[in-house]
C-alpha cells in the first residue's frame, strides 16, 4: 500500500528523481569518457567531428567500448567508398565524417559488434551503405604522436 500522507509521496518521488538522475549521470559520464579517449588517441579528433556519431551510439555499447579498451576515432583520410572500418588488431573504429552515412554505417556496426561480443582480430570495412567490402585497401590506423597503442592478441 501506497503512504497517504503528501510529504511520504514526496519523498518517494524526490528518490525516484534522484536515482534516475544518477543513472543519466553515469550514462553521460560513459559518453564524455568515449570522446575523451577518442581526442587522447585520434589524431582526426575534433569535438565538432567526434561528438555528434559518439553520442548516436546506444550506451550499452559504450560501456563495451570502455570495458574492452576500444576507441572510436574519426578519420578524414578514409575513402568515400570505403568510409567505416574496425581495425581488429588496434580495437579501433573509425569513420570518414564527411561522408554521409558513414557515421550511422559505424554506429550500426558498433552496436551489433558489442551486442554479440563478436571483435574479430582482421580489419573489416564497410560503404557508406553499410555493405561489407573484401580486399579492400585502407590507410594504416594512426594514433596521436605519442600515444602508444596496444596490439590485441589472438
Known sequence: MF????LA???GALALCIASSAFAQSDREITEGA????ADVCPGHSKD????????????ALRV?????????????????????????????????????????IVKQ???????????????VWDAQGK?????TVPRFEARPGIIVRVRKH
Open 9 to 11: 509521496r514526496l519523498s
Open 49 to 60: 567531428r567526434t561528438t555528434p556519431t559518439v553520442r548516436q551510439v546506444p550506451v550499452g
Open 65 to 105: 567500448l570502455r570495458e574492452r579498451g576500444f576507441v572510436m576515432c574519426p578519420d578524414r583520410r578514409l575513402d568515400p567508398g570505403a568510409p567505416a572500418i574496425w581495425y581488429g588488431e588496434i580495437g579501433a573504429y573509425a569513420w570518414n565524417p564527411e561522408v554521409e552515412g558513414a557515421d550511422k554505417v
Open 35 to 38: 570522446i575523451a579517449l577518442s
Open 3 to 6: 503512504p497517504s500522507h503528501p
Open 110 to 124: 558498433i552496436d551489433a559488434m558489442t551486442r554479440k561480443e563478436e571483435f574479430p582480430m582482421e580489419t573489416l
Open 132 to 136: 561489407a567490402l573484401q580486399n579492400q
